[in-house]
């Protein structure tokens, strides 16, 4: 049963969007909290819709063309806000569709303390597709790998572990286990192995992009002057949250990032537990990564500002526990050095391998 629009659409204060691919439905609420409008709107007629109505809060969730919409609605004078899903789905009332979900949105966006997505630009957009790019690049090239071993397997073959070993030993295998391996066999394992190139030519390009991206963005070139950060992170970082400027404080960064425990406090107790693995998995991997790369080299520790720390932090904590707290204070270090324009105090000559 629809509900009635009581409101008038002068008084419109909230409109709720819930983006499809083709369709927009859109449910709007004046300053009384009266119901205004409740239509559904194809996707080439958004300018046309929101052209005829005052302009006023707009809120959608962070999703596909999130940002390309709340672009346009600014250019129109609205005030656009991305939410996050999770913070919409307790105002969701009565079974899931889509009039639903667009009136709970409209509801959380009125929140005074709703903790918003920064609008991307078209540049951060560009970055965020070449790191989405790679990271499928480098998925297909990990099952390519796997498929061979596994088809290596059957044919009673085994290569240690690691891609380097299997890289430099397949061609030898082929040659030298001719009489084990069926020519059709061998057909498939050289039409793989020559997917396998392929993909590592397509991630030695799109990784060159991301480097030379890194090298000619002054922000990111302030985040790689912290050890063990390089293009990767430091693109990804600017990709995902521009200049910081969505969060406090450090912090704050990196409870979005998923590396701080999960939190239970009840009755003045408060219990601990793992990191909340909340917000981008793909930077957080890339922080964690880093992280234990600097803890393979001991020898380097001496040469940062945080060396003492670690030191006792490894003394006294498993060391997966001492890498997720590294993670967290170099995540911490990153966004303020991006907030305020700043580099990090490490001495030249303490570069080493970075991420």
């Not at 927009?24 to 109505?53: C, P």
């Not at 709340?70 to 806000?81: E, K, N």
Request: proline fraction near 4%; charged fraction near 25%.
């Amino acid at each position: 049963m629809c509900a009635k629009k009581t409101g008038r659409i002068e008084d419109l204060a909230v409109v709720g969007i819930d983006i499809g691919k083709d369709t927009f439905h859109l449910v709007a609420f004046d300053r009384s909290g009266q119901l205004v409008m409740r239509k559904q709107i194809k996707r080439f007629d958004l300018n046309a819709t929101f052209a005829k109505i005052p302009c006023c809060i707009v809120g959608m969730e962070a999703c596909l063309s999130a940002h390309f919409v709340s672009r346009t609605l600014r250019g129109m004078g609205f005030d656009p806000r991305i939410i996050p899903a999770i913070y919409v789905k307790p105002f969701n009332k009565g079974q899931k569709n889509d009039y639903n979900d667009a009136e709970a949105i409209a509801e959380a966006a009125l929140r005074p303390n709703l903790r918003t997505v920064s609008e991307k630009d078209q540049d951060q957009l560009d970055l965020q597709a070449l790191h989405r790019v790679r990271a499928r690049l480098v998925s297909r090239r990990t099952a390519t790998i796997n498929q061979i071993r596994a088809f290596l397997i059957e044919q009673g073959i085994t290569v240690r572990s690691g891609l380097r070993a299997l890289k430099n030993s397949f061609e030898t295998i082929l040659e030298q286990r001719r009489d084990e391996i069926s020519p059709r066999m061998r057909g498939i394992l050289i039409g793989l192995h020559g997917v396998w190139l392929w993909l590592d030519k397509r991630i030695e390009n799109v990784s060159s992009e991301i480097e030379e991206i890194s090298r000619t963005e002054e922000n990111c070139a302030n985040i790689m002057t912290i050890p063990g950060i390089g293009p990767m992170i430091s693109t990804a970082m600017v990709a995902s949250v521009g200049k910081g400027e969505a969060f406090d404080r450090g912090r704050d960064f990196a409870a979005w990032l998923g590396l701080v425990p999960r939190q239970f406090s009840t009755g003045g107790r408060t219990i601990l537990g793992r990191i909340t693995k909340r917000g981008s998995r793909y930077l957080r991997i890339l922080f964690v990564q880093a992280a234990k790369v600097i803890m393979m080299r001991p020898y380097r520790w001496s040469d940062f500002s945080f060396g003492p720390w670690l030191t006792e932090a490894v003394a006294c904590m498993p060391r997966n526990k001492a890498a997720i707290a590294l993670a967290n204070k170099l995540a911490r270090t990153a966004w303020s050095l991006l907030r305020h324009g700043t580099r990090f105090d490490a001495p030249k000559d303490a570069a080493m391998e970075a991420i």
